[in-house]
């Protein structure tokens, strides 16, 4: 990892030790570009009360220039969230999250966790992203390679 | 085997050799005239064509191609125009152009409204003509890299928001060279909209960097202009200036023929996809695409002969099947004997819907709706691949020829009509495979079935020639003549069926099953 992503996550991480917002949870990192992340909505929203999820975090040596790739995975207890915008596989379809669109060098892992607990603060839909079976049936595929198109501004 | 065309297309055309090319087979067309007259939709055709004999055919649109000396050129030009209007140096002029996405009469009425404003958000504020300095500030801290030593070198822009020199150059290195951005570069702040100006990139970035951003400045040109666009071949240099617009594309297909030798679509981009409309084109392709793993048994591209049934690989353009083991012919496509093909090619090109009565029913439904899909995606992939192989085919005799050349004594300008014949023979495959995706949506009416003996005479007519190309090497010299008129005959097939789509689609006369707008 480049010195340069690496400092910055190092300061992160100090950070993080200080304390973290409400309903965010720093999990683990086996090393320095990879991270996990607990969330929890802080409303009643009946989608997701009482509920945690899990987030995955990789870093290229490029951060915080680039994005970092951000997808919900699967753990005992930790199941995916239902959302117009995060497929089955935990592939989460936001602007922020793409280099090219939404994303700010100034952002960090614990603004992201932030963004996408409001994300699903604000959500009332039980249900999937059009298209998810055959979306998540092309496994493989890096989630760089795939170009979303932001056409909800609600998101 | 007798065609029924063989008949309407008398062989008694002699045309030189060296007029074969692509481009000079439209001008046989008329020298063809008197040979269509017993055909109805010919003289359709003929007719509308000598009430006004200037007027360039209807598939074909205006437009001119530019090169990269050209484009820098206009733009100069452009900015000539402006700064003496606005009284600012070539430079600002070029931003405030850009800004205005070069649109100058929007440009020249604000700026005559309210020049300062103008500047202002332009980036070119009273502070331009400062040159953009790096400065220590003590007590700061980076907010991307988080670094507080107080020796280190920070830049701002106007917006006030500081970042530490390195990690500013490496903000713009990642948008400059990864995502080939330039002139709407942001402040890396969240939220900011302030556009990074050049002189700030000069301050920061690498030599390499500016000159990369640079050529991107220069590109946006192309981008921000509704009339131009950039040849999508890789590495081409070249841009398509062409004056239809995206609200026309149910109406016209705009395609175009760059300097590198790529015919292709102003409107989407895409490969010569006539005559199919833009919208139609990209709903066909999805549903290929979303439909692949059912279609998918359809491009293998071995098959059994329906009669004696050992495996048959296609190893040819042709449709015209002759099994090796029991010489039975037939027809690749539908797999019915060739013998039926001569009169009644119908069965070939044509769905039969099913009758109403079969398509009660959910699952009849389905079952009907996928079977009519397959058989048009059956005839389009079967075209995309016989192109190719006919392409091969050609490779393969043009070596063959080579050798034919010094043993006949035939001299290189009289063996280019297989050249000729390959060009021709990859276009009408071209226009033929999108005829599918046309006919897939088109609804039926009178009018559908023109188009439909349209499409089978040429269809009929590329058959004939790819058949021609299987011959040993040893007989094309024999056929020669048979095959610079049938290579006429392809171009002359496919210029009716293009002019009555083209016609169709302008008049709005077709109807199809989905919006095309
Ligand atoms: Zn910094
Ligand atoms: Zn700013
Ligand atoms: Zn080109
Ligand atoms: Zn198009």
Known sequence: MSTFAAKRLQKEMAKIHQGLAPGIFFVNSPNLQHWQMDIQVLDSNPLYAGKTFRLNFRFSNNYPIEAPEVTFIRAPDREIPMHPHIYSNGIICLDLLSSGNGWSPVQSVESVCMSIQSMLTGNTKNERPEGDEAFVLREGRSVRDIRFVYDDPTV | ?517
């Open chain 2, 1 to 517: 085997m007798a065609m029924s065309s063989d008949e309407e297309y008398g062989s008694d055309q002699m045309m030189s050799d060296d007029e074969l090319d692509a481009d000079s087979l439209g001008e046989l067309a008329g020298n063809l005239d008197s040979d269509y007259d017993n055909d109805a939709d010919d003289d359709q055709f003929l007719e509308n064509m000598r009430d006004d004999k200037p007027q360039k055919p209807a598939y074909e649109v205006d437009y001119t191609t530019l090169s990269d000396a050209e484009l820098r050129n206009k733009q100069k030009e452009q900015v000539e125009d402006v700064r003496h209007i606005l009284g600012q140096p070539v430079e600002q002029t070029a931003i405030l152009l850009r800004y205005f996405k070069w649109q100058k009469e929007r440009l020249i009425d604000k700026y005559m409204d309210d020049p300062d404003k103008v500047l202002e958000d332009a980036g070119l504020g009273a502070e331009w003509n400062d040159d953009p300095k790096l400065e220590k500030v003590r007590g700061f801290s980076c907010d991307i890299c988080c670094d507080d030593d107080a020796e280190m070198n920070t830049y701002s822009m106007r917006c006030g928001h500081r970042y530490c020199a390195d990690c500013y150059k490496q903000y713009l290195e990642n948008k400059i060279m990864s995502e080939g951005e330039s002139g709407r570069i942001q402040c890396p702040t969240d939220g900011c909209s302030r556009i990074v100006d050049s002189k700030t990139v000069r301050l920061l970035a690498s030599p390499k960097v500016l000159a990369r951003y640079g050529e991107l400045l220069n590109r946006t040109y192309v981008d921000d202009k509704p009339n131009l666009r950039w040849c999508p071949a890789p590495e081409c240099e070249f841009a398509v200036d062409c004056a239809v617009r995206q609200t026309e594309l149910h109406k016209i297909i705009p395609t175009v023929v760059c300097n590198c030798g790529l015919r292709f679509c102003f409107g989407c981009g895409h490969n010569d996809h006539q005559p199919c409309p833009c919208a139609l084109m990209k709903k066909w392709l999805k549903k290929c695409e979303d439909d692949s793993e059912t279609a998918n048994w359809i491009s293998a591209h071995t098959k059994e002969c329906p009669k004696c049934v050992s495996t048959i690989e296609k190893n040819g353009g042709c449709n015209h099947m002759t099994c090796r083991k029991c010489k039975h012919e037939f027809c690749w496509v539908c797999m019915g004997p060739w013998s039926e093909h001569g009169t009644n090619w119908y069965n070939c090109n044509r769905f039969e819907e099913k009758s109403g009565e079969e398509a009660r029913g959910q699952q009849a439904k389905s079952r009907a709706s996928l079977e009519r899909y397959l058989h048009y995606y059956n005839r389009y992939a079967n075209h995309d691949h016989s192109a190719k192989l006919d392409k091969d085919l050609y490779v393969k005799t043009e070596k063959k020829m080579t050798s034919l050349q010094s043993s006949s004594g035939m001299s290189w300008i009289e063996v280019q009509y297989l050249e000729a014949a390959s060009t021709a023979l990859q276009q009408c495959r071209q226009t033929l495979k999108w005829t599918y995706a046309f006919a897939f949506y088109l609804q039926r009416n009178n009018d559908t079935y023109i188009f439909e003996d349209n499409q089978r005479d040429l269809e009929m007519a590329v058959e004939q020639l790819s058949e021609l190309f299987e011959k040993p090497a040893d007989q094309l010299a024999a056929s020669r003549k048979e095959m610079v008129d049938k290579t006429a005959y392809v171009g002359h097939r496919r210029r009716i069926l293009l002019e009555d789509t083209a016609n169709g689609l302008r008049d709005e006369r077709w109807q199809f099953t989905t919006d095309i707008r």
